[in-house]
C-alpha cells in the first residue's frame, strides 16, 4: 500500500468502500496533512473517529474517519446514533 501515512488505519479505510461516509470525501492525500473527513471542510484534522459496522465489517474492522474540532461531535453522534462508534482518538 503506497499510501500508508502514519496513522495506522487511514490509507486501508480511504483505499476501502466508501459507501458508509455521510457525506463526499474531501481529504487530499497530496498535502501530507489529515484533513477533516465532514463534506465541504478543509481543515486539518484533530481527532480520529474509530468505528465499525457490525452488519459488514468483523468485530476487529476498525474504520476510521478524520475529524476537525468543528465536525468531532457531528461525525461522532452520526455514527453512535447507529452505533457503529467505538472512540474518538486525539491526533
Ligand atoms: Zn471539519
Redesign the pocket.
Same mark, same amino acid.
Do not use: F, Y
Given at each position: 500500500m503506497a499510501t500508508r501515512r502514519t496513522l495506522s488505519g487511514v490509507a486501508a479505510w480511504h483505499h476501502g468502500g466508501m459507501q458508509d461516509q455521510p457525506s463526499s470525501f474531501a481529504t487530499d492525500a497530496s498535502a501530507g496533512q489529515l484533513?477533516?473527513?465532514?463534506k465541504g471542510? &478543509? &481543515?486539518a =484534522?484533530s481527532y480520529a473517529v474509530v468505528w465499525n459496522n457490525p452488519k459488514v465489517h468483523t468485530p476487529e474492522r476498525e474504520k476510521t474517519w478524520l =475529524?476537525?474540532?468543528?465536525?468531532?461531535e457531528w461525525?461522532s453522534s452520526f455514527l453512535d446514533k447507529r452505533g457503529f462508534l467505538l472512540r474518538v482518538d486525539a491526533l
Open positions: 484533513i477533516c473527513s465532514a471542510c &478543509q &481543515q =484534522a =475529524a476537525c474540532e468543528q465536525h468531532r461525525l
